[in-house]
Structure formats: C-alpha cells, structure tokens
C-alpha cells in the first residue's frame, strides 16, 4: 500500500518560514515526479510546486516563484517544500502529491500565517 506522509506544517507569522516534508513508502515503480499542491478553504486545489525524479527539474507556481523552493532526497524517497516570505494568502492545506503509474496523495498538512 502507498503512503505519503507529509509532516512540518503550522502556525506562522507574515514573513516567517516553514519546511514541509513528505516521504513515500510502499512503492517501488519509477517515480516521474513529486510535488505539493494545496487547497484554501472555499477554493479548489492547486499546483505550488514540483520536481522531476531523474533530471530534477523543479517548477512553480506563479504565486510561490522566488519564496517556496522544492528539493527531494532521491533515496529516502522524500521530497521538501522550504517556504520562506510566508504571506497569509499562503495559508491551506497542503498535499504531497507522487506521479508514477498513478497518481497518489497524502492527507494533507495545515499550514496557517497570521497577519
């Protein structure tokens, strides 16, 4: 059974940073990519950020360009989201997402800035 288990949300201040992880297990077919998207109350999920697992390649969403930047460990089957200059329109749930044969999702992290 796959899992993606995300961890390192909460609370934060205007301009403060926050490190989200997420690490696979249960799978051990070729990995296209990994990635974060996130949902706000009312609002339908969206991309932030993602990353290829052979070449690396990272890209993102408009609103998180320059502030977030996604790394993985290759290894551990883990990829990050370190999110700095933290805005209030930041604040959602946010899903590690693994894109192989399918598609999987973990459960998701809170992840809130105070203004």
């Known amino acids: 059974q796959v899992q993606l288990v995300e961890s390192g949300g909460g609370l934060v201040q205007t301009g403060g940073s926050l490190r989200l992880s997420c690490g696979a297990s249960?799978?051990?077919?070729?990995?296209?990519?990994m990635g974060w998207f996130r949902q706000a109350p009312g609002k339908e999920r969206e991309f932030v950020a993602a990353?290829?697992?052979?070449?690396?390649?990272?890209h993102y969403a408009d609103s998180v360009q320059g502030r977030f930047t996604i790394s993985r460990d290759n290894a551990k089957k883990t990829v990050y989201l370190q999110m700095n200059s933290l805005k209030p329109e930041d604040t959602a749930v946010y899903y590690c997402?693994?894109?192989?044969?399918?598609?999987?999702w973990g459960q998701g992290t809170q992840v809130t800035v105070s203004s």
């Open positions: 997402n693994l894109r192989g044969v399918m598609d999987y």
């Open positions: 249960g799978y051990s077919l070729s990995i296209y990519e």
């Open positions: 990353v290829t697992w052979s070449g690396g390649s990272r």
